[in-house]
Structure formats: C-alpha cells, structure tokens
C-alpha cells in the first residue's frame, strides 16, 4: 500500500497521536512508514500538521503540495488552509466544528463558510467532535473516532484489528478502553 495521509489541526486537540497510530498500525501491517510534525505554538492553538507516508514510495517525511491521498482535518480552517497538499482526486475528513487558531486573530468565525467551500471544491466526509465524543465525556477521544471515521469511510487504507491493536500498545492502559469505543463511534458514524 501506498498512501500519504496529513492530518490538521489546533495544539491540544491529539493530531500528533492520531498520527503516530496511523503509522504504527501500518508498520505492523509490514509497511514502510515515515512520519513528521510541524508544530505552530502548538500549546497556544497554533497549527499543527503531522505528515504521514506509508509505502515504498515514501522516500522523505513530508507530503508534497498535491500529494495527499487523505486530509484528516480537526478543525475547519486549518483543513482549507492544508488543502493545498491534497490530490485532485483525495478525500477530506473534517470536523464540522471550530476551535479558533491563533492563526484567525480576532476575525469572527463558525466554520460553516470553510465547510461549504470543502464540500464544494473535493471528496468529502463532514464528522461532528461533539456528537461523536458526548458519550465519551470529552473532546479528548476525538482524535481517535476521526480514526474511526476514517476506517469507516474505506480511505485510511488500513485494517481495524491493527489499529485496535496499536490503540491498546500506544494508549495509557486507563484510556483504553474509551479509546477502543471512540474507534468504533467513529467507524459507526460513517456507516
């Protein structure tokens, strides 16, 4: 399998661990993985990007402008600020809504403007943190269900034992389980 995914959003909101999942789900399925994070004062809700490529064609860390299979966007505008580096026939995953980066000052800003112009301009599956994270009590386990999501909709490319399985290697022992039922909110929110 080949497959550039980079996932997007605000410091604080789990991309970095969403990203090491997704690469060490596929190295487990005998890929080669290269991952990498650029981090905008990430602790103050600045950018976050994680580059993830899987496959022998993942020759550096970081995606090429125009080379990713899939966008895992945490939040409205930083997914149309990254879709510069999707493919023209790429999938988007985004979540419906906001959390204000720093990037944004202090422009209003509900998201909706952003949403629409992804769904008008490429592939794309709209997810809800709030709805899919209420049973869970926290926003925190949405960088798992997005995940779910993502395995639902046939775009990650990966198989969900694996990603179970690395979910249980990865996350602290207290958060796994929730974790495990955010992966399968996720998966049910797409079927």
Same mark, same amino acid.
């Not at 599956?125 to 999501?149: H, M, Y």
């Given at each position: 399998?080949?497959?550039?995914?980079?996932?997007?959003?605000?410091?604080?909101?789990?991309?970095?661990?969403?990203?090491?999942?997704?690469?060490?789900?596929?190295?487990?399925?005998?890929?080669?993985?290269?991952?990498?994070?650029?981090?905008?004062?990430?602790?103050?809700?600045?950018?976050?990007?994680?580059?993830?490529?899987?496959?022998?064609?993942?020759?550096?860390?970081?995606?090429? $402008?125009?080379?990713? #299979?899939? /966008?895992? @966007?945490?939040?409205? =505008?930083?997914?149309?600020? %990254?879709?510069?580096? *999707?493919?023209?026939?790429?999938?988007?995953?985004?979540?419906?809504?906001?959390?204000?980066?720093?990037?944004?000052?202090?422009?209003?800003?509900?998201?909706?403007?952003?949403?629409?112009?992804?769904?008008?301009?490429?592939?794309?599956? $709209?997810?809800?943190? #709030?709805? /899919?994270? @209420?049973?869970?009590? =926290?926003?925190?386990?949405? %960088?798992?269900?997005? *995940?779910?999501?993502?395995?639902?909709?046939?775009?990650?490319?990966?198989?969900?034992?694996?990603?179970?399985?690395?979910?249980?290697?990865?996350?602290?022992?207290?958060?796994?389980?929730?974790?495990?039922?955010?992966?399968?909110?996720?998966?049910?929110?797409?079927?």
């Amino acid at each position: 399998m080949n497959k550039d995914i980079m996932i997007c959003g605000v410091g604080g909101q789990g991309t970095v661990l969403a990203s090491r999942i997704i690469a060490a789900s596929a190295m487990e399925e005998g890929c080669t993985a290269h991952s990498a994070e650029t981090i905008g004062m990430a602790q103050r809700g600045g950018p976050v990007t994680s580059h993830v490529r899987i496959g022998e064609n993942a020759h550096s860390p970081l995606i090429p $402008v125009g080379g990713a #299979d899939l /966008l895992i @966007a945490f939040e409205p =505008s930083e997914a149309v600020r %990254n879709l510069k580096y *999707l493919k023209k026939d790429g999938f988007v995953i985004v979540n419906r809504i906001p959390v204000k980066p720093t990037t944004l000052g202090g422009a209003e800003y509900d998201g909706k403007a952003e949403i629409e112009f992804i769904r008008s301009t490429c592939r794309c599956l $709209v997810v809800d943190s #709030d709805e /899919l994270c @209420a049973p869970f009590g =926290s926003s925190k386990f949405f %960088n798992v269900a997005v *995940l779910g999501a993502a395995l639902g909709s046939g775009e990650l490319g990966l198989r969900e034992e694996t990603v179970r399985h690395t979910i249980v290697k990865i996350v602290p022992e207290r958060f796994t389980e929730k974790n495990l039922a955010a992966l399968t909110a996720g998966m049910n929110a797409v079927s």
